[in-house]
């Protein structure tokens, strides 16, 4: 090859080269360029990393917020059905009571106990005494009741009336076969009360015969003299309110009072039967007759008794009247009182006064009150167990408590 082009070839190599390597800077430039873009830029993807942050931080917080409002939704809730399941818990166990009570007031049967003393007698006497049975059955042919009063092994059975219920389909059938029952344990005295007084008066039914028959001793307005395990009694009977005299007098029950002081001349020991107690209690006869023992029922023990309250309702007594079954008796201060005031009264009206003259003798007299076993179904029984109520006489003198 001439040297010439040896010389031209290398020429044009040293270009090539040269070129390439001011490429080589020209990218080498850029690059710096571009890095000092990079190196500039960095602060900005700074600021924009911190509100990302921040965005995060306030949307942490939110979802907190949520949980913490969740929570309390759930708390709220859970507290909710807490209360709704108590409440259903206490409906249901409010329900069942009551049913249990309605049934138990309806179909139970109970015997209470009561024991007195007095010096009247020489021989103890048990006295069973039911009342205001209203139609209803305890057993097949009342065969729970009869067999009750047997378990009791009375010396008598005082019956005070309201057998049955009037105005409904009178079941004197029943009455009767229960009296005849009774009669086999015990010598039974029956007085009337106010389902038994329309069906005589209005009815004209013989119930004197029919109860008599079935073998009771029927006492109304009259009395007995009898022996009961060799002890005299007397044992009488009315359906009266039985006002001390000088109401008597002024409200024209003359004829009740004539015969409560027929009844009560006596040296025996008394026992009255008498359905209506409300002038026993309210009115102070106890105080105004000497009868050792009154026995009466009508007031159903107040039918619907209610704890701490007592009965709701008493016929001829009102709402919430107090004590309406036990053992009612006075006391010798009221007793003087009572006369004192009756005196006062007689004077002021210009009655006779001479029954109230001087102080008197006190002798104890006592109200036998029972709830009775039924009710006329106007109102049902309620905490109110059917009674069948038992009294010892003691024979000596003493006080009056409850024998378990």
């Not at 107090?322 to 008796?329: Q, V, Y």
Request: net charge negative; proline share 3%; charged share 25%.
């Amino acid at each position: 090859m001439p040297t010439t082009d040896r010389t031209t070839s290398k020429t044009q190599s040293a270009a090539k080269t040269a070129e390439h390597l001011e490429g080589s800077e020209e990218i080498f430039e850029a690059s710096e360029e571009d890095a000092g873009v990079i190196i500039h830029s960095a602060p900005e993807d700074q600021t924009v990393s911190d509100t990302d942050n921040t965005s995060t931080n306030s949307l942490m917080a939110s979802d907190t917020e949520n949980q913490d409002q969740a929570q309390k939704i759930r708390k709220r809730r859970k507290r909710r059905r807490i209360i709704l399941r108590s409440l259903a818990a206490l409906l249901l166990f409010l329900a069942l009571f009551v049913t249990y009570e309605l049934l138990i007031s309806r179909y139970g049967l109970k015997t209470t106990h009561y024991t007195i003393e007095t010096d009247r007698i020489a021989e103890d006497i048990r006295v069973v005494h039911l009342t205001d049975l209203h139609d209803a059955v305890f057993g097949k042919d009342n065969s729970r009741l009869i067999e009750k009063v047997r378990e009791q092994d009375p010396d008598v059975i005082f019956f005070t009336g309201d057998i049955f219920n009037y105005k409904q389909e009178v079941k004197v059938d029943k009455a009767v076969s229960l009296l005849k029952a009774l009669c086999g344990i015990a010598p039974v005295y029956f007085s009337y009360g106010n389902h038994e007084m329309p069906l005589i008066q209005n009815d004209g039914v013989d119930l004197k015969t029919l109860f008599e028959a079935a073998g009771a001793v029927v006492v109304e307005r009259s009395y007995v003299d009898t022996e009961i395990k060799g002890q005299a009694l007397r044992i009488g009977g009315i359906y009266g309110y039985c006002l001390p005299f000088l109401y008597a007098l002024e409200t024209g029950r003359e004829d009740e009072t004539a015969f409560l002081r027929d009844f009560q001349d006596t040296d025996r020991f008394t026992c009255l039967l008498c359905h209506m107690p409300v002038a026993w209690i309210r009115q102070h006869s106890l105080y105004d007759y000497d009868i050792d023992c009154v026995f009466s029922g009508h007031v159903h023990g107040g039918q619907i008794i209610l704890p701490f309250a007592g009965g709701v309702y008493g016929p001829d007594m009102g709402w919430f009247p107090g004590k309406m079954a036990g053992i009612f008796e006075t006391d010798e201060s009221t007793y003087h009182s009572f006369r004192k005031d009756m005196k006062r009264w007689a004077q002021m009206y210009h009655f006779d006064s001479s029954d109230y003259e001087g102080e008197g003798t006190y002798r104890p007299s006592r109200l036998i009150l029972s709830t009775g076993l039924g009710n006329t179904d106007k109102v049902p029984r309620f905490n109110n167990i059917p009674e069948i109520l038992v009294l010892d006489i003691k024979a000596k003198g003493g006080e009056n408590k409850q024998r378990e």
